[in-house]
Structure formats: C-alpha cells, structure tokens
C-alpha cells in the first residue's frame, strides 16, 4: 500500500531519506511541468523544481496540513515560476534599456507591482461572491448597497433616500442591517 502524503511528510520530518526520495519521485513530474507550461527552458524549469524542493525541505514542520501537500507544492511552483518570468522580464527591459535609453531612464520602464496570476484570481472569485450574496439580499439591501458601495460617484444622501423612499436618516441604520446580512450570507457560502 502507497503511503499517504501526510505519513510521508510527518516521515520526512523524522529524516527518513526514503521517505523524502518517494516524496520528491511522487510529485517531481508534476513540479517540472508547471514552469514547463508556463513557457520556462529545461534549464529553468530545473531551477523551479530545486527551488520548490528545497524551500518544503526548509519548511517541513511550517506546514500545517499535511494532507493538503499537493495544493502547498503546486502554489509554490506556480509562484517561484512566475517570480522567475517577471525577474526575467525585467532583466530583458534592462537590458534593452541600456542599448536605446539615456542613463536612469531604464529605471522608469521597471514594470509595476501587478498582481500575480493567482492573486488575480483570488480577487476575481472574492468578487463573484460578493455578488452571489449581493443577489441574494432583499430588493431594498441591493438597491441601497448598489448606490453606496458600486457606482462611480456616490450620490447625496437625499438621492438615496428619495429613489428609495426612505428618510434620509435611516439610511445609515439600514446600510448597517443590510451590510449584517450581506456578512451573514457570505458566512454560508
């Protein structure tokens, strides 16, 4: 019977040398081909793969769930892939910088703080909740929450209340009910 990625892992904090070499075999395939993927050389993908190996040898009793190792590996890789395209990148700019820029204009075409791939994905499916529990509030919640929080320019308070048909003095109390429900929607999902 295989063993599992936590008995190998919890073995491997115990510096089993065999458990460590089955861990390094089961996943090596997998590791190599992510920065493959992403466009990398053999020769950096091999860098990715020493990377990912040696930074969960350093870490190996940080990681919390054992069971989840996979996930904690794939992350890894993907990151260090995408730290090494970016550092790539700028090292490119820099150095087509130097041949057609006047001296410290190649610091102005340093690129900007974007987010990662996976960042941006967080964030996209962070949203589509949001919107999902949006949805699901009553009429009113929406609408109010629509005027507060999702259009470009904030209308007066006295908009609000008048397309409502509220007082403008509750508006503030029933942002509060609505933004509880809102929480208390997201809490379920």
């Keep these: 019977m295989e063993s599992t990625d936590k008995q190998l892992l919890l073995s491997c904090r115990r510096g089993d040398e065999a458990a460590w070499e089955a861990l390094v075999n089961r996943y090596q395939r997998l590791i ?18 020493q990377e990912v190996f040696t930074t ?21 890789a993907k990151r260090k892939t995408w730290r090494m395209i970016s550092k790539d990148r700028l090292t490119d700019q820099l ?7 006047a001296p410290g204009e190649e610091l102005a075409k340093i690129p900007d703080d974007s987010p990662l791939p996976d960042e941006a994905l967080l964030k996209l499916e962070e949203q589509h ?8 509030l009553d009429e009113r919640c929406r609408k109010l929450l629509i005027m507060l929080f999702y259009q470009a ?37």
Excluded at 95 to 101: L, Q, R, T, V, W
Excluded at 158 to 180: D, H, K, N, W, Y
Aim: proline share 4%; glycine share 6%; hydrophobic share 40%.
């Design 129 to 136: 909740r949001l919107r999902i529990a949006l949805n699901a």
């Design 32 to 49: 190599y081909a992510i920065p493959r993927r992403a466009g990398l050389d053999d020769d950096q993908a091999a860098e990715v793969f």
């Design 56 to 76: 969960l040898f350093q870490k190996l009793n940080d990681i919390d769930e054992p069971d989840r190792l996979q996930a904690w590996l794939v992350t890894t």
């Design 153 to 189: 320019e904030k209308p007066a308070y006295s908009e609000i209340a008048e397309a409502l048909g509220i007082s403008a003095g509750s508006i503030g109390p029933t942002r509060a009910r609505c933004l509880g429900k809102m929480l208390h929607l997201l809490d379920k999902q």
């Design 95 to 101: 150095h087509n910088a130097e041949d057609d820029a």
